[in-house]
C-alpha cells in the first residue's frame, strides 16, 4: 500500500485534520498523482454536514491537479513528472452502453472520486490529500501553461457547465443565457464567450455587472428589475441556469426563443414547472450533470487553447476550515482551492 498524508473527518460533526490513509499499490492501469491543487465544492460542504455515520470517514475533493509521481506497467499516456488533472468520477464498467458512448457519468457502476464505493469493495477518499492512486483513462493530461490552482475547478464546475453548452453546440451566433455569476455561473460565462456565443447573464446582485462582463458577458441582467427581465423575452437559445437553491424558473423560460433549453445545473432538487411557460414556443427543461471523458479531456484542451481558467482564491490545505467557512456563506470570488503543499 501506499501512505500519504489526507484532510480526514472521521465521524459526522467532526473537523478535517491530518491523518495518514493508505491508497492501492499500482495495478497496472493506475496512475498515482502528486496533489497539488484541489478546488473546494459545495458538495465537499454538503457531504462534511451529514449526519449520517455511513458517510465517514470521509476525505472530500473530486476536482484536482498535480503531478506523475508514478505509473503501472501498463500505463502508456503518462510518465513520471506529467501535468495531469483528476475530476469527480475515477471509475466505470467500461463495457455498458454509456461507457461505450463516452458517457461514463452516466454508468450505473461508475466510481466516485471520494464517498462512494470502489471496485474492490472499499471506499474512495479524495483529493484533499497529498497522493491519489487513479486509472489512467480517468486520468487527463493538464494544460501546463495553465496556473494549476484555475485550472482545478474545471474538473467539476468546468465540465458541469460545459456539458449543456457542447450538447447544445454553442458557437458564433448562440444567444446564451447565465443564472447566476458563482463558481459554475462565472466559469458558463466565460466558456460560452470563448465558444463565440453572445452571453447574457442574470444577477441578483449589482455589485457583479461590471464582473460579469468582464468575464465576456455582452449584456447584464438584474433580475429583480422587472422592466429588464421583460425586455429579454423570448431572445436566448438556451440557458444555463447555476443557482443552487431553490428558486422560480419562469422568468428565465419566458427569456428563451422558440424551441430554446433551460438546464437547471445548480439546484438538483425537486423543480417545478409550469406547463403553461413551456407552451409557447416549444421550450424545454433538460439536465446535466457532470461529465465523461473524452468530453473532459475536450474541455481542458479548448481552455488550454483559449486560455480559460477559473478564479480562484487559493488557501493552504491547513486552512480548510476558514475555506469551507466562507463557502457556506458565499463568500468567494469565485472557487477556493487548496494547496496541498502542507500535506
Same mark, same amino acid.
Given at each position: ?195 463565440? &456565443? +453572445?452571453?447574457?447573464? @442574470? ?5 457583479? =455587472? /461590471? %464582473?460579469? *462582463?468582464? $468575464?465576456? #458577458?455582452?449584456? !447584464? ?75 473532459? &479531456? +475536450?474541455?481542458?484542451? @479548448? ?5 480559460? =481558467? /477559473? %478564479?480562484? *482564491?487559493? $488557501?493552504? #490545505?491547513?486552512? !480548510? ?23
Amino acid at each position: 500500500m501506499r501512505s500519504t498524508t489526507a484532510l480526514l473527518a472521521g465521524a459526522p460533526g467532526a473537523a478535517l485534520s491530518p491523518t495518514t490513509i493508505e491508497r492501492r499499490d499500482l495495478r497496472p492501469d493506475d496512475v498515482a498523482v502528486r496533489v497539488t491543487h484541489c478546488g473546494v465544492c459545495f458538495t465537499d460542504l454538503h457531504h462534511l454536514r451529514s449526519t449520517d455515520p455511513g458517510v465517514f470517514p470521509l476525505v472530500p475533493g473530486h476536482e484536482f491537479v498535480g503531478e506523475v509521481a508514478a505509473v503501472g506497467a501498463a500505463v502508456t499516456r503518462f510518465a513520471v513528472g506529467d501535468p495531469v488533472a483528476v475530476g469527480n468520477i475515477v471509475g466505470s464498467c467500461g463495457a455498458c452502453r454509456w461507457c461505450r458512448e463516452g458517457q461514463e457519468n452516466w454508468c450505473e457502476r461508475f466510481v466516485l472520486t471520494y464517498g462512494g464505493p470502489d471496485h474492490e469493495g472499499g471506499r474512495t477518499l479524495g483529493g484533499y490529500s497529498g497522493e491519489y492512486v487513479v486509472r489512467e483513462r480517468f486520468t487527463h493530461h493538464r494544460p501546463a501553461h495553465l496556473d494549476p490552482a484555475g485550472v482545478a475547478p474545471l474538473l467539476c464546475a468546468g465540465i458541469t457547465v460545459w456539458e449543456p453548452l457542447r450538447t447544445a453546440g454553442v458557437g458564433p451566433g448562440s444567444r446564451v443565457g447565465v443564472v447566476g455569476i458563482g463558481g459554475l455561473g462565472h466559469l458558463a460565462v466565460r466558456l460560452a464567450a470563448a465558444l463565440g &456565443a +453572445e452571453v447574457t447573464a @442574470f444577477t441578483t446582485s449589482e455589485r457583479k =455587472v /461590471a %464582473d460579469a *462582463e468582464r $468575464l465576456g #458577458a455582452s449584456r !447584464v441582467v438584474v433580475s429583480s428589475d422587472a422592466a429588464a427581465m421583460a425586455a429579454v423575452g423570448d431572445s436566448l437559445d438556451l440557458v444555463v441556469d447555476t443557482v443552487a437553491v431553490d428558486h422560480d424558473l419562469a422568468p428565465y423560460l419566458a427569456a428563451l426563443d422558440v424551441e430554446g433549453v433551460l438546464y437547471p445545473v445548480g439546484y438538483l432538487g425537486p423543480l417545478q414547472v409550469d406547463s403553461m411557460s413551456l407552451l409557447r414556443g416549444r421550450k424545454r427543461v433538460s439536465s446535466s450533470g457532470s461529465g465523461g471523458v473524452d468530453r473532459t &479531456a +475536450e474541455l481542458l484542451q @479548448f481552455c488550454g487553447e483559449h486560455g480559460v =481558467v /477559473a %478564479d480562484v *482564491e487559493v $488557501l493552504p #490545505a491547513r486552512d !480548510v476550515a476558514t475555506a469551507l467557512d466562507r463557502l457556506a456563506r458565499n463568500d468567494v470570488r469565485y472557487r477556493f482551492v487548496l494547496d496541498t503543499a502542507d500535506l
